[in-house]
């Protein structure tokens, strides 16, 4: 069994800044690679950033040069700082890890930027 903790979601103006972490417990023995997706009222799901075991990361355009991704191993920890963020930045923020021979999931965190 595998648990992935979302934190950090909640109200901010434009061009403010939020965190977002995710810690992930259980039987876990390698985590390749860890992820935030977004899904948007109507819209379908996204990738929004992505780092691999390696530490390389990818980025959808959209974030780019606003968001950033980090993970720490030893705490099998992954964390979205957003800078700058917009309206569109409005969704719920998943959390994502493909590890061993599956992906898990996390329920998910409300981040909305509002005014």
């Known amino acids: 069994q595998v648990q992935l903790v979302e934190s950090g979601g909640g109200l901010v103006q434009p061009g403010g800044s939020l965190r977002l972490s995710c810690a992930a417990s259980g039987s876990i023995f390698n985590i390749y690679a860890m992820a935030w997706y977004r899904q948007a009222p109507g819209k379908q799901r996204e990738l929004v950033a992505l780092?691999?075991?390696?530490?390389?990361?990818n980025y959808a355009e959209s974030v780019k040069g606003r968001f950033s991704i980090s993970r720490d191993n030893a705490k099998n920890t992954v964390y979205l700082q957003m800078n700058s963020v917009k309206l569109e930045d409005t969704a719920v923020y998943y959390c994502y890890v493909r590890h061993d021979l599956r992906v898990s999931w996390g329920q998910g965190t409300q981040v909305t930027i509002s005014s």
């Open positions: 780092i691999n075991k390696s530490g390389s990361t």
